[in-house]
């Protein structure tokens, strides 16, 4: 049996990067963060971690691999990640009704925030 232990995302700025993940998160670190490289995890000790590595790629726009965010409370999420630094995207491909937001973190890396009260997540 295997599950993700860690998601890995680039950073040009790991820094930064980890202050606006940890806030979001309520993740710690798990060594301490060095300039290009530290791996978070949750501070209750269960779930998977998030890594980021310096990174000098390009932020994709339509990323093939992104973050879906989980709440029950997405309104307050979203308006609580963007206080932290986070930016909503002009997402063209949004469905009818979505029960997703799409934000980009100081990184630019698009993550979704999920509506978890509008079906199973």
Same mark, same amino acid.
């Given at each position: 049996?295997? /599950?993700?232990?860690? %998601?890995?995302?680039? !950073?040009?700025?790991?820094? /930064?990067?980890?202050? *606006? ?6 993740? $710690?670190e ?7 490289? %530290? $791996?978070? $995890? ?5 779930? !998977?971690?998030? !890594? ?7 932020? @994709?726009? %339509?990323? /093939? ?8 409370? @997405?309104? +307050?999420? =979203?308006? /609580? ?5 986070? %930016? ?11 029960? *997703?937001? =799409? ?7 698009? *993550?979704?925030?999920?509506? +978890?009260t509008?079906?199973?997540?």
């Open positions: 049996m295997m /599950r993700i232990g860690t %998601v890995v995302m680039g !950073a040009s700025d790991v820094r /930064r990067a980890a202050s *606006f993940w940890k806030s979001a998160l309520g993740y $710690v798990r060594e301490p963060l060095a300039d290009d490289w %530290v $791996v978070l $995890v949750p501070a209750s000790g269960s779930g !998977a971690g998030l !890594a980021l590595g310096r990174s000098r790629s390009p932020v @994709q726009e %339509v990323p /093939r691999v992104h973050l879906d965010l989980y709440t029950d409370e @997405q309104e +307050t999420e =979203v308006e /609580r990640l963007l206080g932290l630094g986070a %930016v909503r995207v002009a997402w063209e491909l949004y469905p009818r009704d979505p029960d *997703f937001v =799409v934000l980009a973190d100081t990184e630019g890396n698009r *993550f979704c925030v999920i509506d +978890t509008r079906g199973p997540a």
